[in-house]
């Protein structure tokens, strides 16, 4: 069996089987996404944009990181909808499964928080790595990209003059503004995720040899067409 050739029929999701297999890579790389997330927040010393947003909403309204963080997700997903962006399974997957990873690592309480600066550093450095293996896992679903990623190419796409990297930065500090005057965590942690989680994703693709970029997502009427299609057969 070629399992080169397998794992790139898997990518292009013309199965039910292929679906439902990438489904549970979406997941299950989702949930262990949730587990980098949690690393970052033990750190204890300001966490990444859109985090201080979901702990602000958390802490206003006396509800878990994970309800905080799918009612966020859900509320951009309908902008990307109504901004008529492709959206695909795996976006559903996302808003609902990393949230309440979250919640399920912060019960189990695997790390407890950071009280010093030289565990903190460390602790956020292995959070933003687990995160971005598992976006790398995500990816390769090729089930569609998650709610925020979404939202950023749509403001990119309509601010045409405008940088995407300015608009992301724009987007984040927004988030951030937000989530701090709701009361989120605020501070060097927040830096070193805005500045280190791309580097350090890039990195990562790079020792696995993945390009992003090839990726071609499924659109959520495509995965249906396809799912049904095999249903009625």
């Known amino acids: 069996m070629d399992v080169k050739a397998f794992l790139k029929g898997l990518s292009k999701n013309h199965s039910l089987g292929a679906i439902l297999i990438n489904m549970m890579l979406a997941a299950f790389s989702l949930?262990?996404?949730?587990?980098?997330i949690y690393l970052t927040i033990q750190a204890n010393i300001g966490v990444a944009p859109w985090d201080v947003l979901n702990l602000g909403v958390s802490r206003t309204f006396g509800i878990l990181y994970g309800s905080?963080?799918?009612?966020?997700?859900?509320?951009?997903?309908?902008?990307?909808?109504?901004?008529?962006?492709?959206?695909?399974?795996a976006m559903f997957i996302d808003a609902v499964v990393v949230g309440k990873s979250v919640d399920f690592f912060n019960r189990l309480n695997l790390v407890p928080k950071s009280s010093s600066i030289f565990m903190s550093i460390p602790l956020i450095v292995v959070g933003l790595i687990v995160i971005a293996y598992t976006q790398f896992g995500?990816?390769?679903?090729?089930?569609?990209?998650?709610?925020?990623?979404?939202?950023?190419?749509?403001?990119?796409k309509r601010a045409k003059k405008v940088p995407i990297g300015l608009v992301s930065i724009i987007?984040?500090?927004?988030?951030?503004?937000?989530?701090?005057?709701?009361?989120?965590?605020?501070?060097?942690?927040?830096?070193?995720?805005?500045?280190?989680?791309?580097?350090?994703?890039?990195?990562?693709?790079?020792?696995v040899r993945f390009d992003a970029t090839a990726i071609v997502h499924q659109h959520l009427t495509d995965s249906f067409r396809t799912i049904f299609a095999k249903a009625v057969n």
Request: proline share 4%; hydrophobic share 55%; net charge negative.
């Open 138 to 156: 995500y990816m390769t679903a090729s089930l569609g990209c998650g709610p925020r990623d979404t939202l950023l190419v749509a403001l990119a």
């Open 68 to 89: 905080a963080s799918i009612t966020t997700a859900f509320i951009i997903l309908v902008i990307d909808i109504l901004l008529r962006e492709p959206i695909g399974i």
């Open 31 to 36: 949930f262990l996404n949730g587990l980098g």
């Open 171 to 207: 987007m984040l500090s927004t988030a951030t503004l937000v989530g701090w005057l709701l009361g989120g965590q605020v501070g060097i942690g927040t830096l070193i995720c805005a500045f280190c989680a791309g580097p350090i994703m890039q990195f990562c693709f790079h020792t």
